[in-house]
């Protein structure tokens, strides 16, 4: 099967990380903001949707910018949202990015915020909504490292690959 998954998530809890460990272990691309923006920017495609739907045609992991809405009617689409609690968050981007707990609590609010209305203004819909995603993943309960594994044995389970 020509596995798509799509990971939405909210700032800081470490789905980047999922994602470069399953792109390792299925040998697959993960596409996110900065190469689909550099990709609209060579003019390949004339809009976010247009190259998202593009770069599903083949096996690949995309990163937000809606991409769960925009392949939606997919049949080999994985829709996953990362989810951890809020002080979780805060404290891993004050590790990853040496910042008070002030600041990266901000920041952690700030992204949030800028993505649900990015969410909000693409697609119309609340950002998160368990009903827009096949599974959610929270990293405070499961641990970003236990995530990779337990995706990969439901794909496994399910023939996926």
């Given at each position: 099967?020509?596995?798509?998954?799509?990971?939405?998530?909210?700032?800081?809890?470490?789905?980047?990380?999922?994602?470069?460990?399953?792109?390792?272990?299925?040998?697959?691309?993960?596409?996110?903001?900065a190469y689909i923006e550099q990709q609209m920017g060579a003019h390949m495609y004339d809009t976010e949707a247009e190259a998202i739907r593009e770069l599903a045609a083949n096996p690949c992991i995309i990163l937000g910018r809606c991409a769960s809405d925009i392949l939606k009617d997919k049949m080999n689409v994985l829709n996953i949202?990362?989810?951890?609690?809020?002080?979780?968050?805060?404290?891993?981007?004050?590790?990853?990015?040496?910042?008070?707990?002030e600041?990266?609590?901000?920041?952690v609010e700030h992204t949030d915020e800028e993505r649900a209305a990015y969410y909000y203004e693409h697609v119309g819909k609340t950002w998160g909504d368990v009903n827009d995603y096949h599974m959610i993943l929270d990293t405070s309960k499961l641990g970003v490292e236990n995530c990779a594994d337990i995706l990969m044995q439901y794909f496994e389970k399910l023939e996926y690959i």
């Open positions: 099967m020509k596995l798509v998954i799509t990971m939405s998530r909210r700032f800081g809890t470490g789905a980047s990380v999922i994602a470069k460990e399953l792109s390792k272990r299925l040998d697959i691309p993960v596409y996110d903001k949202f990362v989810y951890a609690d809020k002080e979780d968050r805060i404290h891993r981007i004050m590790e990853l990015e040496s910042l008070s707990y600041d990266a609590r901000e920041k």
